[in-house]
């Protein structure tokens, strides 16, 4: 506790007014965070919003209400992803009347679709004043007086700390937005299926600094200017695999050739023998 209340004062200190993000709810660098574990469900939730206005929805604390993000017709459950795993994933909601009537204000632009990712796999940890990050999902289209259309392919881009150490399996940030170009017209009542890509990036470089007093590498997780969208650990297997591919090819071209060879002999032989 003291240590960590050090790292605070050392961070708040040191730098001109620079802090940690994301704190938890009380301010302090979230030391403490029961990592996720690779392929693990990762469930979230979104901010609640009225029709009307796209204003969030408060309790009588006057805390924001946060509420599951619309169930997937192919789970029945709300749309989760498994933590580190490249996927493809479709998630056919249902437009309720009040969903159709959030997406015109989503599109639009009045509101964004706001919800957020834990940073501790522990139960609640958000509602026990875990530290979280936000994760928007951009939807676009067009509105209409009497529809929507709708850009259903959406690429969901996480960034997570830059190595495997399991013990930091966390987010650096996360957000979601619509890259197809065709839309899907929707009335109320009606289904779309969102077809999302979820890419993981963990192989990050930052030049920040690292420490007792800190979950992960702090710094700017940038995108290289030319970079493989994809893991590290699938970027060696496709080198072992084109490895393994070429030792193949060589194994075959020297088989011919030894059988080339052997036919080749008793020819020879035959044409002495001539
Ligand atoms: C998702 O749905 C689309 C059609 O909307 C289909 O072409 C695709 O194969 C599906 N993908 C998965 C991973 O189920
Ligand atoms: C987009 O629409 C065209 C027809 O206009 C169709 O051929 C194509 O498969 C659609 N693509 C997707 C990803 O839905």
Redesign the pocket.
């Known amino acids: 506790m003291l240590l960590r209340s050090l790292g605070v004062l050392a961070l708040a200190t040191s730098s001109c007014a620079l802090q940690w993000f994301p704190v938890n709810s009380k301010g302090e660098i979230p030391l403490e965070i029961e990592p996720f574990e690779k392929g693990q469900e990762v469930q979230f939730d979104c901010i609640q919003r009225n029709i009307d206005n796209g204003e969030h929805k408060f309790d009588q604390q006057n805390k924001i209400i946060y509420g599951p993000f619309p169930k997937c017709k192919e789970t029945s459950k709300p749309f989760s992803f498994a933590y580190g795993v490249n996927q493809d994933i479709n998630c056919t909601i249902e437009f309720s009347d009040e969903l159709y009537h959030l997406f015109q204000l989503y599109i639009h632009e009045d509101a964004p679709f706001s919800c957020r990712l834990p940073l501790s796999s522990e139960m609640l940890s958000i509602e026990k004043g875990g530290a979280y990050i936000p994760f928007t999902f951009n939807f676009r289209g067009e509105i209409s007086e009497s529809h929507l259309d709708i850009d259903s ?1 959406m690429n969901v881009l996480i960034t997570k700390p830059s190595n495997d150490l399991a013990e930091q399996y966390t987010f650096i940030s996360a957000v979601a937005f619509g890259s ?3 839309t899907t017209r929707i009335v109320i009542g009606e289904e779309l299926t969102l077809n999302f890509a979820i890419r993981w990036f963990d192989s990050l470089s930052v030049k920040g600094k690292t420490g007792y007093d800190l979950p992960y590498d702090d710094g700017f997780y940038k995108f290289p200017m030319s970079f493989i969208p994809m893991s590290y650990t699938v970027f060696y297997s496709y080198i072992s695999l084109t490895s393994v591919v070429t030792a193949l090819m060589t194994l075959l071209i020297t088989y011919k050739w030894v059988n080339q060879k052997r036919r080749y002999m008793p020819l020879d032989n035959e044409s002495k023998q001539d």
């Open positions: 392919s197809g170009t065709n």
